[in-house]
C-alpha cells in the first residue's frame, strides 16, 4: 500500500520554501532546539519527558542526526526562518509503527511558540509531503497526534489528510495518499504584511 522499505534519501536538501529552509540537522543546532524541546508546555502532546539542559537536547539532535544516516535520510529536519536565520523547529518523515499490519512514513515537527500563527508550520508541512511524494515515490503518508491536540489535527486536516483509525496507543492517525495530495488546491503563504 505504500513504499515504506529501505527509501535511500532522494530528497534534495536544503528543501526550500518562501519562507523557511528545511536541511539536516546538525550538532551544533542544539542550543535553538533546545527552546523548542524543552519547552514542557509546548513539548505536553508528546512527552512529558522533555531535555533540562543542553546536554539532553544535544543528546536528542543527535538521535535525529543518526536516524538519518542510518534511514536514507529519513527523520526530523531542522527548519530555519529564512529572514532571522533562525531556528524556529524541526520537521520531516520518519519511518513510523502506528500498531498496524505496515509501517507507515509519517511526518512530524514541533516548533517554536515565538513563530506561532504565522502560517510556518504548514508551509514547512507541504515542503515535506512535497518531498515524500515527489522524490521518494511514497503512495501514502501518515501523521499522528495526541487525542487532546486539537490544532495538530487541524494543521493535518487543513493538508489534506483525513483521520484513517487510532495508533496502538489510541491516538488518531492520519493519512494522504499521492492521489489526493494531487489534487488538493495549491497553498500560499501569508503575505509579509499579514505576519
Same mark, same amino acid.
Given at each position: 500500500?505504500?513504499?515504506?522499505?529501505?527509501?535511500?534519501?532522494?530528497?534534495?536538501?536544503?528543501?526550500?520554501?518562501?519562507?523557511?529552509?528545511?536541511?539536516?540537522?546538525?550538532?551544533?543546532d542544539s542550543a535553538? &532546539?533546545? #527552546?523548542?524541546?524543552?519547552?514542557?508546555? =509546548?513539548? @505536553?502532546?508528546?512527552?512529558?519527558?522533555? %531535555?533540562?539542559? *543542553?546536554?539532553?537536547?544535544?543528546?536528542?539532535?543527535?538521535?535525529?542526526?543518526?536516524?538519518?544516516?542510518?534511514?536514507?535520510?529519513?527523520?526530523?529536519?531542522?527548519?530555519?526562518?529564512?529572514?532571522?536565520?533562525?531556528?524556529?523547529?524541526?520537521?520531516?518523515?520518519?519511518?513510523?509503527?502506528?500498531?498496524?499490519?505496515?509501517?507507515?512514513?509519517?511526518?512530524?515537527?514541533?516548533?517554536?511558540?515565538?513563530?506561532?500563527?504565522?502560517?510556518?508550520?504548514?508551509?514547512?508541512?507541504?515542503?515535506? &509531503?512535497? #518531498?515524500?511524494?515527489?522524490?521518494?515515490? =511514497?503512495? @501514502?503518508?501518515?501523521?499522528?497526534?495526541? %487525542?487532546?491536540n *486539537?490544532?495538530?489535527?487541524?494543521?493535518?486536516?487543513?493538508?489534506g489528510m483525513?483521520?484513517?483509525?487510532?495508533?496502538?496507543?489510541?491516538?488518531?492517525?492520519?493519512?494522504?495518499?499521492?492521489?489526493?495530495?494531487?489534487?488538493?488546491?495549491?497553498?500560499?503563504?501569508?503575505?509579509a504584511?499579514?505576519?
Amino acid at each position: 500500500m505504500g513504499n515504506t522499505g529501505n527509501v535511500s534519501t532522494a530528497i534534495p536538501f536544503p528543501l526550500l520554501t518562501p519562507r523557511l529552509v528545511i536541511r539536516p540537522m546538525r550538532l551544533g543546532d542544539s542550543a535553538e &532546539l533546545f #527552546a523548542v524541546y524543552g519547552d514542557a508546555d =509546548l513539548m @505536553r502532546h508528546l512527552t512529558p519527558d522533555v %531535555p533540562t539542559s *543542553l546536554e539532553e537536547a544535544e543528546g536528542w539532535v543527535r538521535s535525529k542526526i543518526e536516524l538519518f544516516e542510518e534511514a536514507g535520510g529519513l527523520s526530523l529536519w531542522t527548519v530555519e526562518h529564512r529572514e532571522s536565520g533562525r531556528i524556529v523547529g524541526d520537521v520531516g518523515l520518519q519511518q513510523e509503527d502506528y500498531g498496524w499490519d505496515e509501517a507507515v512514513i509519517g511526518l512530524g515537527g514541533r516548533g517554536s511558540r515565538e513563530f506561532w500563527h504565522q502560517g510556518l508550520a504548514i508551509e514547512a508541512s507541504i515542503a515535506c &509531503l512535497e #518531498a515524500g511524494f515527489t522524490h521518494l515515490g =511514497l503512495d @501514502r503518508i501518515g501523521a499522528e497526534t495526541a %487525542p487532546g491536540n *486539537l490544532p495538530a489535527q487541524r494543521l493535518l486536516e487543513r493538508l489534506g489528510m483525513e483521520r484513517a483509525g487510532s495508533n496502538a496507543d489510541g491516538w488518531p492517525v492520519y493519512l494522504v495518499t499521492r492521489q489526493r495530495w494531487d489534487s488538493r488546491p495549491a497553498w500560499q503563504p501569508p503575505s509579509a504584511s499579514a505576519e
